[in-house]
């Protein structure tokens, strides 16, 4: 049996055999009043989801996982910790291996998709956020084929315990370059792992496809694209089978 893995200082490992959602547990944690860096891991989902309602395969093998934060930001603010949540999967890939984030908080590895990131929010009367459950899995032992994936998938290989301790590190870490210099910086480092500026993409707005080159993103997260009708802002879609 593998050793419990150390999470950073004030951070709490809750663990589960088997959940519906790492998500739906930790949201339940977060309103009873857990406190910020209360990490929900389950062995198991039998009903794990990812953006847009997409069913996420969660048998034994693989991190299922849920962090409870409390940013005390706005709402506009909290969409920026789905990019700090990228560069800490990022940061658990193994050297010599080719990594890549791709908008809006998918990670890549070889090529393949390794992780996938969901935030959920709860926003007050005011506006602001009264907390975020982080919710990320990431393919360690094996890589589920599912017919809706646009791309193959990728594993990180190493024990999911390896994996708890490099993303729960990775998290502290970033989140406090997050609040102590704001998005700008965690902005730069996704940049610098994204795919070159003037990679052709497709990106689906709904039932509209969208194709243009990389042209970065803005200071909000917007993901820019040059397109054959000029410049154009994107805040919400799904970029298909690239790494930008």
């Not at 990019?83 to 791709?102: I, M, N, P, S, T």
């Not at 870490?173 to 610098?192: D, H, M, T, Y």
Request: glycine share 14%; net charge negative.
């Amino acid at each position: 049996m593998n050793p419990t893995p150390v999470l950073p200082d004030g951070w709490t490992l809750v663990e589960r055999d088997s959940v519906g959602s790492t998500n739906d547990e930790a949201g339940l944690l977060a309103e009873a009043g857990a406190p910020e860096g209360t990490f929900v891991w389950a062995r198991e989902q039998t009903g794990g989801r990812g953006r847009r309602g997409r069913r996420w395969a969660s048998p034994v093998g693989n991190l299922y996982c849920s962090t409870v934060l409390r940013p005390e930001c706005s709402a506009q603010r909290a969409a920026e910790l789905g990019f700090v949540a990228a560069l800490a999967v990022a940061d658990v890939v193994q050297d010599g291996r080719a990594v890549r984030v791709k908008w809006p908080n998918d990670v890549l590895v070889d090529g393949g998709k390794v992780a996938g990131i969901l935030p959920e929010s709860s926003i007050g009367q005011d506006g602001h956020v009264e907390h975020v459950v982080l919710g990320i899995g990431i393919n360690v032992a094996f890589a589920p084929d599912l017919p809706e994936m646009r791309y193959t998938a990728a594993m990180l290989g190493g024990t999911v315990e390896a994996a708890i301790e490099g993303l729960t590190a990775g998290l502290a870490r970033w989140l406090s370059e997050w609040r102590r210099e704001g998005f700008a910086v965690i902005r730069a480092a996704w940049l610098e792992r994204a795919g070159p500026l003037g990679l052709e993409v497709d990106v689906k707005l709904g039932e509209e496809l969208v194709r243009g080159a990389f042209a970065g993103m803005d200071r909000e997260g917007a993901l820019l694209l040059e397109t054959p009708a000029g410049p154009r802002r994107i805040v919400s879609g799904e970029l298909l089978g690239r790494t930008a």
